[in-house]
């Protein structure tokens, strides 16, 4: 089983288990974290898609914050004597996939006879129109005034 995530504007394909790095969280370590929005989840022959997410979860533990390696920036005009150097190291958050899907959550599903009681009356048939009242309506229309 796995999933497409979305979050920190890029998208993750994470299975249980797998350990990733992603844009800086604001949590502890050691918390547990629901990831972005799920995009799609695939579970053997059954594949959902959502439009543009699915109502699932994915759940993660964060392991550990860092920076990555520095990425030297190197500014250059040519003819014009202007060089600039600069680095930057971006923030990261190490989480680990713990679950996909509401394996954790209880479902809201209704059962039993209540259930089917509020599908009965949720389904009323449609009151019949009056045959009377269109045919008076219909009438003064179709004449032409005479003058």
Same mark, same amino acid.
């Given at each position: 089983?796995?999933?497409?995530?979305?979050?920190?504007?890029?998208?993750?394909?994470?299975?249980?288990?797998?350990?990733?790095?992603?844009?800086?969280?604001?949590?502890?370590?050691?918390?547990?974290?629901?990831?972005?929005?799920?995009?799609?989840?695939?579970?053997?022959?059954?594949?959902?898609?959502?439009?543009?997410?699915?109502?699932?979860?994915?759940?993660?533990?964060?392991?550990?914050?860092?920076?990555?390696?520095?990425?030297?920036?190197?500014?250059?005009?040519?003819?014009?004597?202007?060089?600039?150097?600069?680095?930057?190291?971006? /923030?990261?958050?190490? !989480?680990?996939?713990?679950?996909?899907? *509401?394996?954790?959550?209880?479902?809201? &599903?209704? #059962? +039993? @006879?209540?259930?089917?009681?509020? /599908?009965?009356?949720? !389904?009323?048939?449609?009151?019949?129109? *009056?045959?009377?009242?269109?045919?008076? &309506?219909? #009438? +003064? @229309?179709?004449?032409?005034?005479?003058?």
């Amino acid at each position: 089983m796995y999933a497409v995530v979305k979050t920190g504007g890029k998208q993750y394909r994470v299975a249980v288990g797998d350990r990733l790095r992603v844009d800086r969280l604001d949590s502890k370590a050691g918390a547990s974290v629901a990831l972005g929005e799920v995009l799609m989840v695939a579970d053997g022959d059954q594949v959902s898609v959502g439009t543009p997410a699915l109502d699932t979860s994915v759940t993660a533990t964060v392991v550990s914050h860092g920076k990555a390696d520095k990425i030297k920036v190197f500014k250059m005009r040519r003819r014009k004597n202007y060089r600039r150097t600069q680095g930057h190291r971006q /923030d990261f958050t190490e !989480v680990e996939i713990t679950s996909i899907g *509401d394996a954790g959550k209880p479902k809201k &599903s209704r #059962s +039993g @006879k209540k259930a089917k009681a509020a /599908d009965a009356d949720s !389904v009323a048939p449609a009151p019949e129109p *009056d045959s009377a009242v269109s045919d008076e &309506s219909n #009438s +003064g @229309k179709d004449e032409t005034p005479d003058s």
